[in-house]
């Protein structure tokens, strides 16, 4: 009399082979979602805030191209003036 096997049941052996095949790839993807935060670092401010000297210098000059150029990137930038009179 010779052994088979139904579609339906599988040998303990079977079974543990196929669950041994299932682990391991699991396991990986489990390790990589939880250290992508990890490697990719922080996630860039969607909003910053520059503080410069007088309206009339150059710092806040270069304050306003940087704003121009960030914005073209959906950063909102917020340029102030450090001179209180």
């Given at each position: 009399?010779?052994?088979?096997?139904?579609?339906?049941t599988?040998?303990?052996?079977?079974?543990?082979?196929?669950?041994?095949?299932?682990?391991?790839?699991?396991?990986?993807?489990a390790?990589?979602?939880?250290?992508?935060?990890?490697?990719?670092?922080?996630?860039?401010?969607?909003?910053?805030?520059?503080?410069t000297?007088?309206?009339?210098?150059?710092?806040?000059?270069?304050?306003?191209?940087?704003?121009?150029?960030?914005?073209?990137?959906?950063?909102?930038?917020?340029?102030?003036?450090?001179?209180?009179?």
């Amino acid at each position: 009399m010779s052994k088979t096997t139904s579609n339906q049941t599988l040998p303990k052996e079977s079974k543990r082979r196929s669950l041994g095949k299932w682990c391991v790839p699991i396991a990986i993807s489990a390790v990589a979602l939880l250290a992508t935060p990890w490697l990719l670092g922080p996630r860039v401010p969607d909003r910053i805030v520059i503080a410069t000297g007088s309206e009339q210098g150059a710092y806040f000059a270069f304050a306003n191209r940087y704003k121009e150029i960030l914005e073209r990137d959906g950063i909102t930038v917020e340029v102030r003036s450090t001179v209180l009179c």
